[in-house]
């Protein structure tokens, strides 16, 4: 019978040398020595692949040319050896193929976000994983971070009253010329719609605030009006995004996410205010959480120290003031996701401490978030209905 | 032959004991020694204006029962006795008979803002002030900040290149609840159409960051789209506004406003983003500019210290550090006031980096601006043009 | 009988045209419409003193060349004509002869810091004080700031519990470079020791931080350990200050004043730590107090808003978020005197409310500090015990 | 011939479940893909040492009950399978025997600080590695820290002039009540001279500001004026440290460090001054580095993002506006020490990039540190020489 009592064994497609989100994948998959990194399929060219897999000190063997390749040898590899699920860390075109095969071979996945190409490619991933119950994480990853959670909990408790009003506004400025005419490979492929998809800002960071946004409140976006704009001459798609939002019980908000905001690095925030409450948290200084009161008291909340909710101390590691940053919320989706894939794969339930992570669905509702904006753009009606 | 080498008199109309506006203005008025309060109709409840002109030194004899009074018996007085000009700090629904009746009687003006009750009487005070060209101020006293008007120059001088993107926010959080219904005089009669004018929450502070967005760019809004929310049940008039806004140019922005943003005090932030930098100031840090630029380059700029423009340090008085704050702010608007006046009424030609402060224009475009998101805000079509 | 209900009337000596803190004087004078200036030798100068009094619209007739003109002349009119008050601004070397002069004829004054130029004259000072029973203020003008009232009422109603460790800290920047051979005024005679008496660093900051510590935590220092340094080559005065302190009670601290920390603007910052709570205070955000708990709570107290100490919010004119400054802070120790001589020269009860400013018992003391410093930084033995 | 392009093998001694310092030694030896735990002995109790490693998953045979037993069978295995080098996460008393017999039997070294239980006890192991040339890394982690590097970069290549000043200050607030009488393990062991040396606070973080400052500066301590106190009631050691400084080249500073600072966290700031400019780091936003130039220029350095050193640059994995924070910085020592320790292995020159960590000479000089601190304590004469 084989033995689980050790660390889950990971494959991941995409991620060879040079690109970002793959080692953020592999730092958080490292970090809490619940995974390690098994076989790899690490780029579409098989030298880059084997150059890669070297330097990640893998075993050439485990080392794939082709994610069709890893998913078929590592599937006819004996169970105790095999990884255990694959990380997918592509451009967005590239997600849905490996995401359905390993599905198909029976293989768990954790995919970056946006889920897909488009939302026909998610709805379809859906089906296939509702078919195979297979577990499907997806990284909306500062839905890890601690203070997130905080604010989750403290809203789900009613510590703010009903919501009224949400801001959730992630400007960065990296776009602001057109930095994909000068090689630059994270540019490249994000504003190219036929690796993006058919969104730009919306898709790469438009679709965080909205997770996050969601995530926190507990309330869906029904419809909103949004101003798309492309403000860089040569490029195709939207650099920027200004969006007012209705939510769920009547709640209204703005949300806007940018490029081209010269300054501005990944200052990622989020206001909700309720009928008795207020909470700011900003990504950029990930470890506080600004609570206010009617009575205009104000405090603030910091990682790992005072009265804090359960979910918000799990996910946090060491004492306050010992700054966690991102790859540490990262890596929360991780453990989380080991954790409960181990406990499944032993035949256990769950410990539901550790089941709070982005699956399918939120992957679905990304995908549905951009083509709503994407018809709302198009729109000269003031509101459109969230797909 | 009268001589002006003397402090400018004033005459006030409102601000009586207790009224938060017309304290502010006094002591804006009396910060740089250039005005004297001279006289005053303190309260539509002439005990009231006794006890306050009492309460502020004045001789019994010039403080008055009305405005009408004070406007016809100052009239009366000898040249050299009489007030020079008559400040307006009533509720919005008393501004126009008084400044009606002071430029009618040949008195120059500076009033609080929004101008007037409603567009209307706007347009008709700008008619008679061109008719009759006496000096009208409106304080929009966001503007007399040192680092705005820094802001301003910079942009003037293209150091953040063509403007593409404005995120103006003004959250406060002190209509949370029905205050008005607990005897508070402030949210009174800002809540109360018949006092406050077709708008509250965009009236009152809307207007504010609709005039230092298009102070500080330089460019006219053109066309809005807007979502009012009334969230405190009891209330009649909108307290939360998310505006979309598009600018000469094809800049795009950001205007929201809200009194129901719980913790909000009084958060008033501009961000501006050009081709090739960006530009943040936050009003409650009202010292600090932000300047960012394309090569990745932040720096500081301070009140007081290093390379600044000479409008920002005429608008300064004390060394870096020494934080000046919203009377400071507010008492620029007076200075150059009642300097630019002293030089009319000398028959000289005024300095012209004194002239810089927000005129019957402004009033008028701060009306149109609320008709204009009350209207978008009735449509259903997405866009509507700025009147 | 003479009639007091009107505004008090100040006579300034020093702060012609030019000068920093004369002009700073006369805001915060003017800002709270309880003092108006009615005379001044605003410089040793003649004719700049008459200049300035023109700058200023006071009468040429009173308008004097010398601080003994005016206080004889100004003494010969009647009593209902006449100054109420000396306000003495000079550089400290002529703080005594003004001061004591307008006590023999009966003045009351309000003294710049440090009080005099060195220790003997600040008793000969508070001698004749304390003969002639007349009202003597002492500008350690940081007192005035609301949130800095606040920290004092917290302590002294036992919110932080005994008091153990106090960090005041006062960099300063504006003399890394030899400023005093430039030509600039106001570092020509702070760096000169004819003028300045025996310190520079310490005297100008150092005993407003040592005035503030105490007053803010209700202790004195009682024994302390000096290093002072000159680190600007030509200069002949200190220029750093780093002091180990012992207070009262057993509590220990740090006081560290410096004009050569380059980008420092006036980073006047105060921190106290009790047995259950601790205090953070920062000059230039004047308008927040940081409190801590022993439950690792944390809040913030913000001016004007929330549950605050009377003696607080009565040093706040306008509604939380609307920064309150430096003036501000100055002008209440001008209003508090103001109406405290208004109810003397009534005859009547001071009102304690506004009894709170800095009298000659604080100008004396602070003289004494800076005499122990000096004699500390001479000492090789470790501790000094405070004069 | 051993492969050494492979992940370097940490065996660890203490760091057994519930243990602060050693899971963050994991995570960070973890982080980079460099290094991957292969042994332990995690405990001095055999039992709990077996549950740690079974949490850990790793092999029961390589879960060793004492460190003796843990360096005498890994040193019996082949080399290709034995550890490479030995982590020392125990409390201070206990670094002394592992580090030595470690060294003994040829195992290069990683540990904490301070280096050992007094400096005797460093002295004699800086010599035995010094024998042995053993590679021997002591954790003095915020050097890991990008902006920490650029600070010191910025100094080394003279932009802020010659040093003048330094201002470290290390306040926490978690022993601010006799927290060692509860059961907490963390501070059981810090407050108890049996196990923590001579010093509590001084040993735990005042060393750490001190090898910062020097690692910063590039400049040493030369003598040192201590005030050491004891706060809580039925503690036998210091929690309170306040230190003038004297440093090579004239230049003065202070430090300071506490754990009875109510509602500090980790509150571990660094200013220094030069003839020319300024930085200010602040551990708990450890991405930002102000730098303040003469000219009154301040611009805001922030981790990849910018012109940056390529010290600083070679320390930061993901980009600017994605928080970095403690665990990486920690990170960086341990990816440096796994690097060099693989050149050295291969018998090839380490890349100089990579050998810049903390090592034996520095953790002697924190012993050093402490004896000082506490000669200089007990002595009534001003200034003591660092050892």
């Known amino acids: 019978m084989t033995n689980y009592n050790r660390k889950m064994r990971m494959g991941m497609v995409g991620g060879g040398l040079g690109a970002f989100i793959g080692a953020v994948h592999r730092m958080a998959a490292a970090l809490d020595n619940e995974i390690e990194l098994v076989c790899g399929a690490f780029s579409s060219d098989a030298e880059k692949s084997r150059q890669s897999g070297e330097a990640l000190y893998l075993p050439p063997e485990r080392v794939y040319g082709t994610f069709e390749e890893m998913i078929l040898k590592e599937k006819a590899l004996p169970e105790g050896e095999r990884m255990d699920f694959v990380a ?72 703010i009253g009903k919501v009224r009003k949400v801001v959730a506004e992630y400007p960065q400025g990296w776009l602001a010329t057109l930095v994909e005419a000068t090689g630059q490979k994270q540019a490249a492929w994000r504003t190219d719609p036929s690796r993006a998809g058919a969104a730009n800002c919306v898709g790469d960071i438009g679709t965080h605030a909205a997770h996050l946004l969601e995530y926190v409140t507990g309330l869906k976006i029904t419809e909103m009006c949004a101003d798309l704009t492309t403000f860089v001459p040569g490029r195709v798609m939207e650099d920027d995004a200004n969006i007012l939002i209705h939510l769920e019980g009547g709640a209204k908000g703005i949300l806007h996410s940018s490029q081209i905001s010269v300054g501005e690095e990944n200052n990622f925030n989020l206001r909700v205010y309720g009928e008795t409450g207020g909470l700011w948290w900003h990504q950029m200084e990930p470890n506080t959480l600004q609570v206010f009161g009617l009575g205009n008291t104000q405090r603030i909340a910091r990682t790992g120290i005072g009265q804090l909710s359960e979910s918000s101390l799990l996910a946090t590691r060491i004492p306050a003031g010992h700054p966690e940053g991102y790859i540490e919320a990262f890596a929360i989706l991780y453990r989380n996701y080991a954790r409960t894939l181990r406990s499944l794969l032993k035949g256990e339930t769950p410990d539901p401490r550790f089941t709070d992570f982005p699956g399918i669905e939120e992957g679905v509702r990304g995908m549905a978030f951009i083509a709503t904006v994407l018809e709302s753009a198009k729109s000269q009606g003031k509101w459109t209905k969230h797909l």
């Open 88 to 159: 997918i860390v592509t451009p967005n075109h590239m997600h849905y193929p490996p995401a359905k095969m390993a599905m198909e071979h029976g293989f768990p996945v954790m995919c970056d976000k946006p889920l897909a190409f488009d939302y026909a490619q998610a709805v379809e991933l859906a089906a296939l994983q509702k078919k195979t119950g297979l577990m499907f994480g997806v990284t909306h990853n500062y839905s890890g971070y601690p203070m997130v959670k905080e604010a989750r909990a403290m809203i789900a408790t009613g510590q």
